[in-house]
């Protein structure tokens, strides 16, 4: 116990206020159940669209994507349509750790997602799930190196494959359940070892079991298979073990100061209906498609290779024009006869502009730009599966909000699940998918989606409703006593203690760090196996 305030603040990747409120009701969560009597707890306003890097970020720094700037996995490469992944370097606003750095406040950071490489903070930073770690030999993910050997065992994924059958689902639950007790033990021993003013966790199981397990767990859902039944519950098993580390993490917490629970989003069911957005675009004279000889002539080219020498051969094509993400995405596109385009992601479907003087080979004229988003808006409005084509400036404001898609999708939830975004290059623009397309859980969309809004349970009463993302940084500074004039939120709690007002000040940003090929590719695996690029 300590008799300054501090702040426990644990993060859920993807932790649903709907199905919680549900689990309260029925007894599963005491943790949380105790939370909602203390304080608060329901819905929190997420970030549009609803994405884990952006909205985490925003959780932290308390201002918009689009001042933050990380606003995806991914950004677009200025000139030849590839892209790249974002790191902890790319982040252009301080968030609550470099803040409370520079005033002497001790902070122990762990798991936040987009936070590699770590930073030099006033205590410890592991990395999350993002960080290129390849080998358990490997401190990169560690600030101070030195802890490395007692946070060794911290696991990044432990999915190898996404392989469907009904051993593959008992095996991978077993595993989010062994991931979340290293997590936790690793946790609750630094959380023990000094009075952090800042102590922030996030975990991200109720995330990977909510993209895979959705259909099993929602009997409902169009997508379920009544002939496999097992594992039972495995959301409701994911939440329940969540549940019980919200309580370690508390008693071990041990302080009267304040608690909060935080998700980056929610979730929902995906339906049958499968959007082919890049087709729509091409019915209605976007996009143009290239013709598909080329793929064909070097297989055949390949097939005159001799045997021994087609491996390494074949690794080098694969790695130069197969396997990169951005080749999967953008292939097969002729642009100088293209004006929209879409990476046709299922966590984000959005579409972007070929415009020129961005683009290697756009054609739309800046001056066109507004011009051709509302016009694209209103065309897209009319896709079945589509509720509302979002234009990136209505939410995303600041110098960076161009680093992100030109318009965001928010589809249709009216019967209760939403479409898929599924890659396609040619043919119809909307699909019905069969049973033994989606079974295979292989490029059909994952069965559960993210969804807004986000989830907050704090122990402390909220002193006004419908509290957003932006407002989380503010509001565990307030706690502390500071007040950060460069945030966008507001705090929703009463402080304890006189607040200090702080200008954004001496913070310097890291130079930018770009990651090799080889760590591109291993995050491109783990994103896969985490139910992201397909
Ligand atoms: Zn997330």
């Known amino acids: ?13 993807g932790f649903s206020p709907d199905l919680t409120a549900q689990w309260i009701e029925q007894g599963h969560l005491p943790h949380l159940a105790m939370l909602q009597e203390q304080g608060y707890l329901g819905a929190l306003r997420g970030v549009t669209p609803p994405v884990t890097y952006p909205a985490w970020t925003t959780c932290v720094t308390g201002v918009n ?24 370097t790319d982040r252009q606003v301080p968030a609550l750790w470099n803040i409370l750095s520079s005033l002497g406040k001790r902070v122990c ?3 936040v997602p987009a936070t590699y490489p770590p930073e030099a903070v006033n ?41 469907i059958s009904s051993r593959w689902y008992e095996e991978a639950l077993a595993l989010l359940e062994k991931k979340i ?12 070892q000094e009075a952090w003013d800042l102590f922030m966790i996030v975990l991200n199981e109720a995330d990977t ?43 071990a917490f041990d302080d009267p100061g304040l608690v909060l629970v935080v998700s980056d989003h929610g979730f929902g069911g995906a339906g049958v209906q499968a959007l082919h957005i890049n087709n729509y675009l091409e019915a209605c004279g976007w996009l143009s498609y290239k013709k598909a000889s080329q793929g064909i002539l070097k297989k055949a080219a390949l097939r005159w290779v001799p045997m021994r020498l087609r491996g390494t051969l ?23 006869k293209t004006r929209a385009w879409s990476d046709e992601l299922d966590y984000c479907p959005a579409i972007r502009l070929n415009v020129a003087g961005r683009e290697g080979k756009g054609i739309i004229p800046p001056e066109q730009y507004a011009s051709s988003v509302s016009e694209l808006c209103a065309l897209l409005e009319k896709l079945p599966g589509v509720a509302r084509a979002v234009p990136r400036d209505t939410v995303y404001k600041g110098a960076f909000a161009d680093r992100a898609a030109d318009i965001f999708l928010e589809l249709d939830w009216s019967t209760g699940y939403r479409a898929s975004v599924i890659r396609k290059r040619g043919g119809a623009a909307v699909e019905v998918l069969q049973p033994e397309a989606y079974k295979g859980g292989k490029e059909q969309g994952c069965a559960g989606v993210h969804r807004n809004p986000a989830f907050l349970a704090s122990s402390r009463p909220l002193t006004r409703k419908n509290p957003a993302m932006e407002d989380i940084a503010p509001a565990v500074l307030s706690w502390l006593g500071i007040t950060y004039e460069g945030m966008e939120g507001k705090s929703f709690l009463e402080s304890q203690v006189q607040e200090e007002t702080v200008c954004p000040a001496d913070w310097i940003k890291a130079s930018e760090k770009k990651y090799t090929e080889e760590e591109e590719s291993l995050l491109e695996k783990r994103m896969k196996a985490l139910g992201y690029f397909e």
């Open 1 to 13: 116990m300590s008799d300054r305030p501090r702040v426990l603040l644990i993060g859920l990747d």
């Open 65 to 88: 994507p689009g001042r933050h700037g990380i606003t995806d996995f991914t950004i677009s490469l200025p000139g030849n349509y590839g892209i790249r992944f974002l790191n902890s």
């Open 109 to 111: 950071i762990l798991g």
């Open 123 to 163: 205590g410890i930073m592991l990395s999350g799930f993002d960080s290129p770690v390849a080998d358990r030999l490997d401190p990169s993910y560690v600030y101070p190196p030195e802890l490395f050997s007692q946070v060794s065992q911290w696991p990044f994924s432990l999915f190898q494959e996404h392989r």
């Open 181 to 192: 007790a290293v997590q936790e033990e690793i946790g609750c021993r630094l959380l023990q």
């Open 209 to 251: 079991v909510s993209h895979h397990f959705w259909q099993l767990e929602d009997t409902a859902s169009p997508r379920h298979d009544p002939e496999i039944t097992a594992p039972d519950s495995p959301i409701l098993r994911i939440y329940r073990r969540l549940d019980e580390a919200v309580g370690r993490f508390i008693d």
């Open 314 to 336: 074949f690794r080098r094509f694969q790695r130069l024009v197969e396997s990169l993400e951005s080749r999967a995405r953008r292939g097969g596109i002729q642009w100088d």
